[in-house]
Protein backbone atom coordinates (compact mmCIF):
# COMPACT_ATOMS: atom_id res chain seq x y z
CA UNK A 1 0.00 0.00 0.00
CA UNK A 2 1.04 3.37 -0.54
CA UNK A 3 0.03 6.96 0.97
CA UNK A 4 -1.25 9.95 -0.86
CA UNK A 5 -2.09 13.56 -0.27
CA UNK A 6 -5.34 14.52 -1.23
CA UNK A 7 -6.72 18.60 -1.37
CA UNK A 8 -9.73 19.89 -1.89
CA UNK A 9 -8.70 23.08 -3.88
CA UNK A 10 -10.04 26.29 -3.49
CA UNK A 11 -12.82 26.01 -6.02
CA UNK A 12 -12.92 22.14 -5.23
CA UNK A 13 -13.42 23.00 -1.73
CA UNK A 14 -15.88 26.07 -2.20
CA UNK A 15 -18.02 25.60 -5.14
CA UNK A 16 -20.80 23.26 -3.05
CA UNK A 17 -21.81 20.84 -6.24
CA UNK A 18 -18.28 20.28 -7.09
CA UNK A 19 -17.55 19.67 -3.42
CA UNK A 20 -20.35 17.44 -3.38
CA UNK A 21 -19.19 15.58 -6.35
CA UNK A 22 -15.69 15.27 -5.05
CA UNK A 23 -16.74 13.87 -2.40
CA UNK A 24 -19.32 11.40 -3.68
CA UNK A 25 -16.11 10.20 -5.54
CA UNK A 26 -13.37 10.34 -3.00
CA UNK A 27 -15.62 9.46 -0.02
CA UNK A 28 -16.72 5.90 -2.08
CA UNK A 29 -13.38 4.14 -1.60
CA UNK A 30 -13.85 1.98 -4.31
CA UNK A 31 -10.23 0.97 -3.92
CA UNK A 32 -8.60 3.18 -1.73
CA UNK A 33 -8.71 3.71 2.14
CA UNK A 34 -9.81 7.72 3.35
CA UNK A 35 -7.83 7.99 6.80
CA UNK A 36 -8.91 11.72 6.76
CA UNK A 37 -10.02 14.98 5.73
CA UNK A 38 -9.20 18.29 7.09
CA UNK A 39 -9.95 22.26 6.99
CA UNK A 40 -6.99 23.64 6.95
CA UNK A 41 -5.80 26.79 5.15
CA UNK A 42 -2.45 26.42 4.45
CA UNK A 43 0.81 29.04 4.85
CA UNK A 44 2.21 29.98 1.82
CA UNK A 45 5.95 28.40 3.27
CA UNK A 46 3.87 24.89 2.85
CA UNK A 47 2.58 25.39 -0.55
CA UNK A 48 5.96 26.91 -1.90
CA UNK A 49 7.93 23.83 -0.35
CA UNK A 50 5.01 21.63 -1.77
CA UNK A 51 5.33 22.59 -5.68
CA UNK A 52 8.65 23.56 -5.40
CA UNK A 53 9.29 22.20 -9.13
CA UNK A 54 7.68 24.86 -10.41
CA UNK A 55 8.97 28.01 -8.63
CA UNK A 56 10.14 29.14 -12.16
CA UNK A 57 7.12 28.85 -13.93
CA UNK A 58 5.18 32.20 -14.90
CA UNK A 59 2.39 30.85 -13.01
CA UNK A 60 4.05 30.09 -9.93
CA UNK A 61 3.30 33.35 -7.96
CA UNK A 62 -0.62 32.65 -9.39
CA UNK A 63 -0.87 29.14 -7.88
CA UNK A 64 0.45 30.12 -4.42
CA UNK A 65 -2.03 32.76 -3.94
CA UNK A 66 -4.49 30.44 -5.09
CA UNK A 67 -3.51 27.31 -2.70
CA UNK A 68 -2.98 29.68 0.22
CA UNK A 69 -6.32 32.02 -0.41
CA UNK A 70 -8.94 30.12 1.46
CA UNK A 71 -8.90 27.31 3.59
CA UNK A 72 -8.86 23.49 1.98
CA UNK A 73 -9.49 20.19 2.70
CA UNK A 74 -6.57 17.98 3.10
CA UNK A 75 -6.52 14.25 3.79
CA UNK A 76 -4.50 11.56 3.11
CA UNK A 77 -5.36 8.38 1.34
CA UNK A 78 -3.74 4.84 1.11
CA UNK A 79 -4.04 2.49 -1.91
CA UNK A 80 -2.08 0.19 -4.00
CA UNK A 81 0.04 2.14 -6.73
CA UNK A 82 -1.84 0.57 -9.01
CA UNK A 83 -5.18 1.69 -7.65
CA UNK A 84 -3.07 5.27 -7.52
CA UNK A 85 -2.81 5.41 -11.10
CA UNK A 86 -6.11 4.45 -11.66
CA UNK A 87 -7.85 7.40 -9.15
CA UNK A 88 -5.42 10.53 -10.90
CA UNK A 89 -6.68 8.58 -14.95
CA UNK A 90 -10.14 9.14 -12.84
CA UNK A 91 -9.31 12.68 -12.06
CA UNK A 92 -7.90 13.76 -15.26
CA UNK A 93 -5.21 15.78 -16.64
CA UNK A 94 -3.62 18.81 -15.01
CA UNK A 95 -4.72 21.48 -17.48
CA UNK A 96 -9.05 21.70 -18.37
CA UNK A 97 -8.80 22.13 -21.60
CA UNK A 98 -6.38 18.41 -21.55
CA UNK A 99 -8.44 16.42 -19.33
CA UNK A 100 -10.16 13.10 -20.56
CA UNK A 101 -13.86 13.80 -21.27
CA UNK A 102 -15.73 11.91 -18.57
CA UNK A 103 -12.80 13.23 -15.56
CA UNK A 104 -13.47 14.68 -12.83
CA UNK A 105 -11.74 17.77 -14.18
CA UNK A 106 -13.43 17.74 -17.28
CA UNK A 107 -16.26 18.03 -16.10
CA UNK A 108 -15.67 20.47 -12.92
CA UNK A 109 -12.83 22.81 -13.31
CA UNK A 110 -13.19 25.40 -14.72
CA UNK A 111 -10.09 26.63 -17.13
CA UNK A 112 -6.43 26.54 -16.57
CA UNK A 113 -4.84 25.31 -13.56
CA UNK A 114 -8.13 25.91 -11.90
CA UNK A 115 -8.59 21.74 -11.56
CA UNK A 116 -10.53 21.63 -8.31
CA UNK A 117 -8.30 18.46 -6.86
CA UNK A 118 -4.39 17.91 -5.80
CA UNK A 119 -3.98 13.89 -5.88
CA UNK A 120 -0.23 13.21 -5.20
CA UNK A 121 0.92 11.83 -8.76
CA UNK A 122 2.84 8.07 -7.60
CA UNK A 123 3.86 6.48 -4.54
CA UNK A 124 7.66 8.77 -4.64
CA UNK A 125 5.47 11.72 -4.67
CA UNK A 126 2.83 10.47 -1.96
CA UNK A 127 5.28 9.52 0.50
CA UNK A 128 7.03 12.90 0.09
CA UNK A 129 4.24 15.20 0.10
CA UNK A 130 2.08 13.29 3.16
CA UNK A 131 5.76 13.55 4.66
CA UNK A 132 5.27 17.78 4.50
CA UNK A 133 2.01 18.79 5.34
CA UNK A 134 1.80 15.88 8.38
CA UNK A 135 4.36 18.37 10.26
CA UNK A 136 1.70 21.15 9.26
CA UNK A 137 -1.69 19.22 9.97
CA UNK A 138 -2.98 16.30 10.99
CA UNK A 139 -3.55 14.00 8.17
CA UNK A 140 -4.87 11.30 10.34
CA UNK A 141 -8.03 13.42 12.17
CA UNK A 142 -11.59 12.31 12.10
CA UNK A 143 -12.87 12.92 8.81
CA UNK A 144 -15.63 15.84 8.09
CA UNK A 145 -18.70 15.13 6.94
CA UNK A 146 -18.83 16.74 3.59
CA UNK A 147 -22.74 16.29 1.51
CA UNK A 148 -22.86 14.05 -0.95
CA UNK A 149 -25.12 16.68 -2.74
CA UNK A 150 -26.10 20.14 -3.11
CA UNK A 151 -29.25 22.14 -4.00
CA UNK A 152 -26.54 24.79 -5.58
CA UNK A 153 -26.63 24.93 -9.10
CA UNK A 154 -23.36 23.50 -10.93
CA UNK A 155 -21.75 25.99 -13.60
CA UNK A 156 -18.94 24.79 -14.86
CA UNK A 157 -19.50 25.37 -18.18
CA UNK A 158 -20.95 28.56 -18.85
CA UNK A 159 -18.04 29.50 -16.03
CA UNK A 160 -15.44 27.66 -18.38
CA UNK A 161 -16.82 29.44 -21.48
CA UNK A 162 -16.86 32.63 -19.96
CA UNK A 163 -13.12 32.22 -18.72
CA UNK A 164 -12.35 31.80 -21.86
CA UNK A 165 -13.59 35.05 -23.98
CA UNK A 166 -12.21 36.71 -19.93
CA UNK A 167 -8.77 34.61 -21.13
CA UNK A 168 -9.16 36.07 -24.71
CA UNK A 169 -10.03 39.73 -23.85
CA UNK A 170 -12.97 39.41 -25.68
CA UNK A 171 -15.91 41.53 -23.29
CA UNK A 172 -13.18 41.26 -20.53
CA UNK A 173 -15.45 43.35 -17.67
CA UNK A 174 -18.86 41.46 -18.53
CA UNK A 175 -17.16 37.98 -18.69
CA UNK A 176 -15.55 38.53 -15.20
CA UNK A 177 -18.89 40.36 -13.98
CA UNK A 178 -21.13 37.24 -15.52
CA UNK A 179 -18.09 34.60 -13.89
CA UNK A 180 -19.05 36.64 -10.24
CA UNK A 181 -22.78 36.07 -10.63
CA UNK A 182 -22.23 31.84 -11.76
CA UNK A 183 -19.74 31.66 -8.95
CA UNK A 184 -22.44 33.17 -6.16
CA UNK A 185 -24.89 30.79 -7.10
CA UNK A 186 -22.64 28.05 -6.49
CA UNK A 187 -21.64 29.17 -2.90
CA UNK A 188 -22.15 29.73 0.11
CA UNK A 189 -19.23 31.59 1.09
CA UNK A 190 -19.21 34.80 3.46
CA UNK A 191 -18.81 38.39 1.34
CA UNK A 192 -14.92 38.66 1.94
CA UNK A 193 -13.99 35.05 1.25
CA UNK A 194 -16.18 35.12 -1.84
CA UNK A 195 -14.23 37.81 -3.43
CA UNK A 196 -11.44 36.31 -2.49
CA UNK A 197 -12.03 33.25 -4.47
CA UNK A 198 -13.39 35.29 -7.67
CA UNK A 199 -10.19 37.13 -7.22
CA UNK A 200 -7.84 33.40 -7.26
CA UNK A 201 -9.99 31.86 -10.21
CA UNK A 202 -10.00 35.49 -12.09
CA UNK A 203 -6.21 35.15 -11.56
CA UNK A 204 -5.84 31.91 -13.29
CA UNK A 205 -7.19 33.82 -16.53
CA UNK A 206 -5.07 36.99 -16.61
P1 LIG B 1 -1.21 17.92 -11.15
O1 LIG B 1 -2.02 18.81 -10.26
O2 LIG B 1 -2.03 17.33 -12.28
O3 LIG B 1 -0.41 16.89 -10.43
P2 LIG B 1 1.33 19.35 -11.55
O4 LIG B 1 1.80 18.67 -10.32
O5 LIG B 1 2.16 19.25 -12.77
O6 LIG B 1 -0.16 18.88 -11.93
O7 LIG B 1 1.12 20.92 -11.27
C1 LIG B 1 0.59 21.36 -10.03
C2 LIG B 1 -0.42 22.45 -10.27
O8 LIG B 1 0.20 23.58 -10.88
C3 LIG B 1 -1.55 22.08 -11.23
O9 LIG B 1 -2.57 21.34 -10.60
C4 LIG B 1 -2.02 23.43 -11.68
C5 LIG B 1 -0.71 24.21 -11.77
N1 LIG B 1 -0.19 24.09 -13.13
C6 LIG B 1 0.71 23.17 -13.59
N2 LIG B 1 0.99 23.38 -14.89
C7 LIG B 1 0.26 24.46 -15.26
C8 LIG B 1 0.12 25.21 -16.46
N3 LIG B 1 0.80 24.89 -17.56
N4 LIG B 1 -0.72 26.27 -16.46
C9 LIG B 1 -1.39 26.64 -15.35
N5 LIG B 1 -1.30 25.98 -14.18
C10 LIG B 1 -0.49 24.92 -14.12
MG1 LIG C 1 1.25 16.99 -9.22
Redesign the pocket.
Known sequence: MTDALVIFKPDGAHRLPVRAALWRWLGSQREWKLHGLTWYRPPVELIERH?D??RD?P?FPW?VEFMTALPVLVGRISASPAALERMRHE?G???IGEARPGSLRERYGIG??V?IL??S?SPESGATEVGLWSRYVPLDAASVQLEASSDRPDRTYQLRSLAGQYAAGVHTELAAQEMRRLLREETDLGEDDFETLVRVILG?FR
Request: no cysteine; proline share 0%.
Open positions: YFLRFLLETRGGNHLDA
